[in-house]
C-alpha cells in the first residue's frame, strides 16, 4: 500500500509520454488488432474507418485499459482485443458525432463525413460499433460484455440529452454533468476497469479503477469544454467556438449566463438560438466568459474531477503504472493552459 499523497498541480509541463511510453509495446498489440478488424471486402469501410482511426488520435482510452493491467501486475493478453474494441466504440461514436453536429474538422483534418459524406459516415461508424462486440464474444467475460454494452448504452443516451439539450440556455449544471459522465466519462471508466476483469481482480479493485476512468473522463471533457473559447484549431484538433456555433450550452456558458446582466443574458440566449454567430459574436462571447470568471471555474471543477481519479488510485502500490497514470491526470488538466 501506498501512504502518500498527491495533489493536481506541478511545476513542470505534464506530459501524456509517461503513459504511452509504459504501454507502447502493448500498444503496438492493440493496432494491429485495430488494423486487422477494421478491414473489410467493402473499399469504402476500411478507407473511411483509416481517415480517422489514422488521425493521430492519443489513443487515450485503449492506453488506459492497458496502463490499468500494469498497475494490477496483469501480464496475459486478453485485454488486447478489448482495449481494441473499447477504441472502436470511440471511434464509432466520433464518426456519429460529426454527423450530427456538422463538424469541420476532426483530430485537426477534414471530418470525415465532409469527404465521404453522412450516410456512409454514419454506416462506417455502425461497422465499427458491430466489430467491437465482436471483439468482446470472442474474449468470452460475460461480464467485460455488460460493461462495455452497458457503457455503449450510456453514451448514446449522453448523446440524445445533449441534443435534446441543445440551443437550450436554462440547461442546469447538473444536467450537463449528467451529460457528460454518459457521453465521454462511461468509455473512460469502462476502458480503465476491464482489465480487473480478465485479471480477476476484486470488485473493490474493479471499482478503483472505474472511479480513476470516470472521474479523468469528466475532467478531460470539463476542460475541452473550456478551450472550446481559448484555445485554437491546431491544439484542439477541431475549429475553436464550434460549440458556440452549435448551440452547445456548456458550463462555461451555464456559469456566465447564470453571473451576467440582463444585457448579457440576452445576448446568451441570442447565441444559443443561433442568432449571433460570427467572429465579432464569439470573441464578445469569450470576454464575457473571462469576465466572469466561467473558463476559470470550469478548469477549477475539472481539477477537483481531476484530484478524484488521482485519490481514487490511492490503494494501488508506487510505481511507474501509478506515476504515468497521475500524470495523465495532470495532462488532462494542463492543456487549459
Do not use: C
Amino acid at each position: 500500500m501506498s501512504a502518500s499523497i498527491h495533489h493536481i498541480g506541478r511545476d513542470d509541463a505534464p506530459s501524456l509520454e509517461p503513459l504511452m511510453t509504459l504501454v507502447a509495446n502493448d500498444m503496438n498489440a492493440v493496432n494491429s488488432v485495430i488494423l486487422d478488424r477494421m478491414q473489410s471486402d467493402i473499399p469504402l469501410i476500411p478507407e473511411l474507418a483509416g481517415h480517422l482511426i489514422a488521425g493521430g488520435g492519443k489513443r487515450m482510452r485503449p492506453m488506459l485499459t492497458l496502463a490499468a493491467a500494469k498497475l494490477i501486475g496483469y501480464e496475459g493478453e486478453r485485454h488486447f482485443k478489448l482495449a481494441a474494441a473499447v477504441e472502436f466504440i470511440h471511434t464509432a461514436t466520433l464518426l456519429h458525432d460529426d454527423v450530427v453536429d456538422g463538424s469541420d474538422l476532426r483530430r485537426g483534418k477534414t471530418a470525415a463525413n465532409l469527404i465521404f459524406g453522412n450516410p456512409a459516415t454514419v454506416l462506417v461508424g455502425d461497422f465499427l460499433f458491430s466489430r467491437s462486440f465482436e471483439l468482446m464474444v470472442e474474449d468470452g467475460s460475460l461480464k467485460v460484455l455488460k460493461i462495455l454494452s452497458s457503457a455503449s448504452a450510456v453514451i448514446a443516451e449522453g448523446e440524445v440529452n445533449q441534443l435534446t439539450a441543445q440551443r437550450k440556455i436554462d440547461t442546469s449544471e447538473d444536467r450537463y454533468l449528467d451529460i457528460i459522465g454518459s457521453k465521454t466519462a462511461a468509455l473512460f471508466a469502462a476502458a480503465s476497469r476491464i482489465s480487473a476483469v480478465v485479471a480477476e481482480r476484486d470488485e473493490e479493485t474493479e471499482l478503483a479503477l472505474d472511479a480513476y476512468g470516470r472521474n479523468i473522463g469528466i475532467a478531460f471533457q470539463l476542460v475541452d469544454d473550456a478551450i472550446d473559447y481559448s484555445s485554437d484549431s491546431e491544439t484542439m484538433g477541431k475549429d475553436a467556438g464550434d460549440d458556440f456555433r452549435e448551440g452547445k450550452v456548456t458550463l462555461p456558458v451555464i456559469l456566465a449566463y447564470a453571473r451576467g446582466s440582463d444585457e448579457e443574458r440576452q445576448f446568451w440566449k441570442d447565441a444559443i438560438i443561433g442568432h449571433k454567430t460570427s467572429g465579432d459574436d464569439l470573441a464578445h462571447a469569450t470576454s464575457l466568459l473571462q469576465r466572469t470568471g466561467a473558463i476559470e471555474d470550469t478548469i477549477s471543477r475539472a481539477r477537483h474531477y481531476g484530484q478524484r481519479a488521482i485519490d481514487a488510485l490511492g490503494t494501488f502500490p508506487a510505481g511507474k503504472a501509478k506515476a504515468a497514470l497521475i500524470e495523465a491526470v495532470e495532462f488532462a488538466i494542463s492543456r487549459a493552459y
